[in-house]
């Protein structure tokens, strides 16, 4: 079964590859800028080639033949070798160029946005009296638009110094059952709004991990704000701290909208959002899970999760055990 499986996964990727109009609109360049026009180029090319040459060497028994057609070959592939390595080359600098404006802009923005929460930190505790209700909703809708834009920013940052390999992580001894409790009883008002009741299952004691407490911290979050965001009104969420191995796993359960099967491939991309999913919630960046992924793995860990649309997901991730 699980032959069969990966047999249809390999033929889809295939069928993906040679779809140069859909390679093309995700790069933002013309189709035949794409990798697989190019190399589908190289192939027709290469292939003619051959045949000529094979002709020539059959019809024609002056080796000066053979030689000038056999240096053609080489000519050609080598042309389109250096075609294939300079749009690869240009790939990766905009995406460098990209990288780098992300990281700047988001530096940028971090200081008026911190200023703007400050401010209306400061009327909301010690000018409310002074003001009337109309005056209060709106330094609270400020407050929490702003705060919105500070995660959008963070995460921003986040993914622009994980794409230059600058996300630093500490590894120090950490217990991911206090900070899976933490996360919780921050989530559990958001929650209670849609009456969403959370569980959370552990053992008294469990060993500690090996984890960066703020980035495992940022990890728990993403998945859990996630698993509230596309749980319906009156679902249940439910998660699971248990040990395996050398690896302590978390595990978190909903009976939400679940992710459609054609897009379960995609799920760790940047700004991947699903198409369900986004008539469900009209926020979100789609970065949560890109950011978790890395974070774990550079903990030297693992991220799965399994998913059945209008059924629900189960998403997990293992740290190694401090021994």
Same mark, same amino acid.
């Given at each position: 079964m699980e032959f069969f499986k990966n047999k249809t996964k390999i033929k889809l990727e295939f069928v993906n590859d040679l779809?140069? *109009?859909?390679?093309?609109?995700?790069? &933002?360049? %013309?189709?035949?800028? #794409?990798?697989?026009?190019?190399?589908?180029?190289? $192939?027709?090319?290469? #292939?003619i080639i051959m045949a000529a040459t094979y002709f020539i060497s059959k019809n024609y028994e002056d080796? !000066?033949?053979?030689?000038?057609?056999?240096?053609?070959?080489?000519?050609?592939?080598?042309?389109?070798?250096?075609?294939?390595? =300079?749009?690869?080359?240009?790939? #990766? /600098?905009?995406? /460098?160029?990209? !990288?780098?404006?992300? !990281?700047?802009?988001?530096?940028?923005? =971090?200081?008026?946005? @911190?200023?703007? *929460?400050?401010?209306?930190?400061?009327?909301?505790?010690?000018?409310?009296? $002074?003001?009337?209700?109309?005056q209060i909703k709106n330094l609270e809708n400020i407050y929490a638009i702003n705060q919105r834009m500070i995660h959008l920013v963070s995460d921003l940052l986040d993914v622009a110094r994980i794409d230059q390999n600058r996300l630093i992580l500490r590894k120090q001894k950490i217990n991911l059952v206090e900070i899976a409790k933490e996360v919780v009883g921050e989530i559990i008002p958001k929650a209670k709004l849609r009456n969403i009741e959370i569980n959370i299952k552990t053992k008294k004691r469990l060993p500690l991990v090996l984890g960066d407490s703020e980035k495992i911290r940022l990890a728990v979050e993403n998945l859990l704000d996630n698993a509230v965001k596309y749980t319906n009104n009156g679902g249940k969420i439910?998660? %699971?701290?248990?040990?395996? $191995? @050398?690896?302590?796993?978390?595990?978190? #359960? +909903?009976?939400?909208v679940g992710i459609p099967q054609g897009q379960t491939n995609r799920v760790f991309e940047k700004f991947f959002r699903s198409d369900n999913a986004s008539k469900y919630q009209t926020d979100g960046t789609g970065l949560g899970?890109?950011?978790?992924?890395?974070?774990?793995?550079?903990? +030297? &860990? /693992?991220?799965?999760?399994?998913?059945?649309?209008?059924? &629900? @997901?189960?998403?997990?991730?293992?740290?190694?055990?401090? =021994?």
């Open positions: 779809n140069l *109009k859909k390679q093309a609109k995700e790069l &933002g360049i %013309n189709i035949w800028q #794409t990798p697989s026009f190019l190399f589908i180029i190289f $192939g027709v090319a290469a #292939t080796p !000066s033949v053979l030689v000038i057609s056999e240096c053609l070959v080489v000519a050609v592939i080598f042309i389109v070798e250096m075609l294939v390595a =300079r749009f690869i080359e240009q790939l #990766t /600098k905009l995406n /460098k160029m990209k !990288s780098e404006f992300v !990281s700047i802009a988001s530096h940028q923005l =971090r200081t008026p946005l @911190s200023a703007i *929460k400050w401010e209306t930190e400061l009327m909301l505790k010690k000018f409310k009296k $002074g003001l009337n209700k109309k439910n998660i %699971n701290v248990f040990e395996s $191995g @050398s690896f302590l796993i978390f595990e978190i #359960t +909903d009976n939400g899970l890109y950011i978790a992924k890395n974070i774990v793995e550079q903990l +030297d &860990g /693992k991220i799965w999760f399994q998913s059945i649309e209008n059924v &629900g @997901s189960v998403f997990s991730f293992s740290l190694p055990i401090e =021994r």
